[in-house]
């Protein structure tokens, strides 16, 4: 019998770990890798964010902070949403935590009970299923195919739900395909949902500055829901502040002291340098808007140039996604096909014999719900990008 518990057991390792981990390995012996699975900006924080942080230090703000976050922060993120996205939310309604990933957990393990339905667009990020699991939930994913942009319909989700859906989970911009809803999507959605009172809506928006095509819409837009929405953002990929480790969710008063409890029983406050450094972030956007418009604009020539070189390798499918740093290719063409000693019969072969053959690291599909695909990340420069996918396509042609 294992020491180790059920609930444990029953987790799968995040893929897009093990391949940074397997990466990681390899440079270590010295094999030059070009490393396409990771999931952050490869830009610096901001340099007045890291100031901030600084001046915080030197004011010995390194005490415990209230469980929710230091409310200048909280008040912050609530000018924020109302300034940037319309919506309104007092302070008392934000709880800040230890990343988006932790206020997602916190979410999904305040709301649903045992048996209860998670309804989830496919693909989907590869934690959804895995918090899912721990608060002992279902998860109910909804397939959408490349020919639907990844995006699935509102008669979809109306199709998706039983008198035990609980949840609907969603990301837009979506990790790993960069698809995005559109307002009147959003809405159809919230028409259907409109119907059923004792559903729940957590839109995952950490992806929000990342979008090409537009200004960012949220669900929490519309009245008929937005009581029953958790929003949930985070300063990670928006001012490339991933090792800060800062994420907020917005929602409900009722919601909102449900995950104050439940974290001050976890974790307590974020981090409390990080804190202040977010809150420089989210008061003084004038002096890091220009570092993120230069992330984002250069996000954008990345993937116009991923873009073309995937039409150099027509058997790699793929759409163009508006938001986010990703592609998330067909890849089913391989499958049957062989060189050497490999031969590929999933995603997961593919993406070792990239790995070994071409020393480029990529995700396998499956994780995130389609293993007719990987994710290839082009959160790196340019020179990366071509010599990563000039090397994925010479190992590709000599697959037969």
């Known amino acids: 019998m294992s020491i180790i518990s059920e609930r444990i057991r029953k987790l799968s390792n995040s893929a897009t770990l093990e391949m940074a981990q397997k990466s990681r390995e390899l440079k270590e012996k010295g094999v030059d890798v070009v490393n396409l699975s990771i999931g952050e900006p490869d830009f610096n924080t901001p340099d007045c964010i890291k100031k901030a942080a600084i001046e915080a230090i030197h004011n010995n703000h390194s005490h415990y902070t209230p469980v929710p976050g230091i409310m200048e922060l909280r008040r912050a993120i609530a000018k924020k949403l109302k300034k940037e996205n319309k919506l309104d939310y007092s302070p008392d309604q934000i709880v800040v935590s230890n990343g988006a990933k932790h206020s997602i957990a916190n979410a999904i393990l305040c709301l649903v009970n045992p048996g209860d339905e998670v309804i989830v667009p496919s693909p989907y990020w590869v934690s959804y299923p895995e918090i899912i699991k721990l608060a002992e939930g279902k998860m109910v994913d909804i397939p959408a195919s490349i020919h639907q942009d990844f995006k699935i319909s509102a008669d979809q989700l109306q199709a998706a739900i039983t008198d035990k859906t609980k949840v609907f989970l969603f990301n837009s911009p979506n990790n790993p395909t960069g698809s995005v809803y559109t307002k009147e999507e959003l809405k159809a959605f919230a028409d259907v949902l409109a119907?059923?009172?004792?559903?729940?809506?957590?839109?995952?928006?950490?992806?929000?500055?990342?979008?090409?095509?537009?200004?960012?819409?949220?669900?929490?837009?519309?009245?008929?829901?937005?009581?029953?929405?958790?929003?949930?953002?985070?300063?990670?990929?928006?001012?490339?502040?991933?090792?800060?480790?800062?994420?907020?969710?917005?929602?409900?008063?009722?919601?909102?002291?449900?995950?104050?409890?439940?974290?001050?029983?976890?974790?307590?406050?974020?981090?409390?340098?990080?804190?202040?450094?977010?809150?420089?972030?989210?008061?003084?956007?004038?002096?890091?808007?220009?570092?993120?418009?230069?992330?984002?604009?250069?996000?954008?020539?990345?993937?116009?140039?991923?873009?073309?070189?995937?039409?150099?390798?027509?058997?790699?499918?793929?759409?163009?996604?508006?938001?986010?740093?990703?592609?998330?290719?067909?890849?089913?063409?391989?499958?049957?096909?062989?060189?050497?000693?490999?031969?590929?019969?999933?995603?997961?072969?593919?993406?070792?014999?990239?790995?070994?053959?071409?020393?480029?690291?990529?995700?396998?599909?499956?994780?995130?719900?389609?293993?007719?695909?990987?994710?290839?990340?082009?959160?790196?420069?340019?020179?990366?990008?071509?010599?990563?996918?000039?090397?994925?396509?010479?190992?590709?042609?000599?697959?037969?």
């Open 195 to 400: 119907q059923y009172e004792n559903i729940f809506i957590i839109s995952d928006e950490i992806y929000e500055y990342i979008n090409y095509n537009g200004s960012h819409e949220s669900i929490a837009q519309f009245d008929s829901v937005k009581d029953r929405v958790i929003l949930v953002n985070g300063v990670s990929k928006g001012y490339a502040m991933t090792g800060w480790r800062i994420g907020y969710t917005a929602s409900s008063l009722e919601i909102a002291k449900a995950c104050n409890k439940l974290q001050g029983q976890i974790t307590s406050g974020a981090a409390s340098i990080s804190q202040y450094a977010s809150l420089a972030a989210m008061e003084t956007v004038p002096c890091a808007s220009k570092d993120v418009q230069d992330m984002v604009m250069a996000f954008a020539e990345r993937r116009n140039l991923v873009l073309d070189k995937l039409k150099a390798i027509p058997a790699m499918k793929n759409n163009e996604p508006p938001g986010a740093f990703y592609v998330f290719p067909n890849i089913s063409y391989y499958f049957g096909k062989s060189h050497g000693k490999y031969t590929i019969n999933t995603d997961s072969d593919l993406c070792l014999y990239l790995l070994d053959q071409a020393h480029v690291a990529t995700v396998p599909g499956d994780a995130f719900g389609n293993a007719n695909c990987i994710r290839i990340s082009y959160a790196t420069s340019k020179e990366n990008l071509i010599k990563g996918f000039d090397r994925m396509q010479d190992a590709l042609n000599k697959l037969k």
